[in-house]
Every structure is written in C-alpha cells, then in structure tokens.
C-alpha cells in the first residue's frame, strides 16, 4: 500500500497507468500451460499481473481459455506448467466467485443460499444474519430473504449470486460472463450495480465478457485473448474516471475505446489465423 499512498486521490481513481503501477500485486499467472487430456492445449504461456483495485475484463472468442484461466485462478483446477503466484493470501482466502449461471440450490431460500460460503466455514445463520443483509442490501434485494429460487426472475437470480460472492467480503471478485443470458436492459442496470458494489468494497474483479462494450464500460484494463491456445496478445487501458454512468455510454470517449477494443480483437483473431 506503501507505493500508492502518496498519489493524488484523483489520479488513483482515474486508474491512470501511474496509478496503476502503484498498486501492489495481488497475484500473477506465471507462463501458465493447461492442457487437458494429452492433446487439448488450452492455454499457453498465460501470464497476467493483477494489481490491488483493477477492474480487468477478459475479452476473446469461445474456447480461447478465459474460464480455464479464472478456474486456475480459483484453485479449481491446477496448472499443467507455470504457476498462479498469490503476492496477497487475504485475496486468495476471501475469493468470491460468480458463474455464468446462478447456481442456487433450488430449495434453499434466498438468505440461505447466500448463506452457503459462511456456513461451509462453519459460521451459524444466526451469526451472519447481518453479513447476509448486507450483501442483499447492496444487490437490491432487501426483504426478498425467505423468496425462493423459483420465484425470482433471471436477473434476480443472479442478483443473489453475486450476494453470495460478496458476503465473505472479498478481496477480489472473480466473474464468469455472469450477464450472458441476461436481456439488455436488465444487462445494463447489472453493469451499473456492479461498479457501485465495486466502489463500496473497494475490492479487485476479474471478468470474463464476450463483449466489447461491457468490456469498455466496466474495465479499466482489458485483455485481449488469443483462440486456443489461450494466451495474452494485447492488453489496453480505460483511463476514464469512475463512477461511469449512462451519459459515459454515448460519450465519444466510450466509442473511441469501443473502437480500438474491437479493432484490438479483430487483429489478434487475424494474427492468430495467419499463424495458423
């Protein structure tokens, strides 16, 4: 934290490039292979540096390992070379975990669910009854805690499953295209919801998205993935300032980065198939 301190609370916020070369490392990803099987590479020398405070979307096309790389990240699985380097042990044992479908047991009741992660640590629902408004609070979804899965909407679903990552309180937020299925107003508002969440627990997110303006509008870094085997062919930067709202999506800022976020992509696909 030493290394950030003195830096003007504007410029941190900014996420400029100085400021975010300030921010310690909270884990790296170390020239990391996963193969599976004995012939399905699915990443290839993947190395990323994830610094306290970033917001980094990770952009590519189906099957170029993004999922892979955050379930190495999650300690689902194990690298077959290389290594995921934890610089913050606080961040790996308070991970929270969003999947791209809710995955809430069917019949268990909202607080319940969210529940989960406190009481696989042993915590009563008693003694995290607070813990567990919170985090509705901070969805949404105060006074739905006897609600059952079946009688919410999609996005109320995933609502609840991003309450469940958040009530461990963590330190950095791993998030698996969790608005994929979602239609594009409810997309919207999620996006927004997220940064304010983001904001109030001033946590790190990593975030798996096939979109490109998701992508700009979430991330202060985006990653640009090579298709399989997955790797890091470009990485650009979002320097505009948070919070961002519904006037930063038609601003020529937001379509400028639009534009070379797409383009980014559109020469990583057409290197990847002159390689080939």
């Not at 405070?53 to 790389?69: E, R, V």
């Not at 304010?196 to 993935?225: G, N, P």
Request: hydrophobic share 45%; with cysteine; aromatic share 6%.
């Amino acid at each position: 934290m030493a290394d950030g301190a003195n830096l003007p609370a504007a410029d941190f916020a900014a996420g400029t490039p100085r400021a975010r070369a300030a921010r310690p490392v909270i884990l790296s990803l170390d020239h990391v292979d996963k193969v599976f099987g004995t012939s399905v590479v699915a990443l290839r020398d993947m190395a990323l540096e994830v610094r306290q405070g970033d917001f980094i979307s990770l952009l590519g096309p189906s099957g170029c390992g993004k999922s892979t790389a955050l379930r190495l990240i999650s300690g689902l699985m194990q690298p077959t070379r290389g290594r995921v380097r934890w610089e913050d042990p606080q961040a790996r044992d308070t991970l929270g975990v969003v999947f791209q479908e809710p995955t809430l047991m069917p019949w268990a009741t909202v607080a319940e669910n969210v529940w989960l992660p406190l009481r696989l640590r042993g915590k009563s629902r008693a003694q995290v009854m607070p813990d567990i408004a919170e985090a509705l609070a901070m969805v949404g979804l105060t006074g739905f805690e006897n609600a059952y899965p079946r009688e919410l909407s999609g996005g109320m679903k995933m609502r609840v499953s991003i309450a469940r990552a958040l009530v461990t309180h963590p330190r950095l937020i791993l998030m698996d295209e969790p608005f994929a299925a979602l239609d594009e107003i409810t997309r919207f508002k999620l996006n927004n919801d997220l940064l304010a969440m983001r904001e109030k627990l001033d946590c790190t997110v990593i975030f798996v998205t096939h979109s490109v303006f998701e992508s700009v509008f979430l991330s202060d870094r985006i990653v640009i993935m090579a298709a399989r085997p997955g790797r890091v062919i470009r990485e650009l930067a979002v320097d505009a300032p948070y919070p961002r709202d519904a006037a930063f999506r038609t601003s020529t800022e937001y379509v400028a980065h639009c534009r070379a976020a797409s383009e980014a992509l559109a020469e990583a696909m057409q290197g990847v198939a002159h390689e080939g």
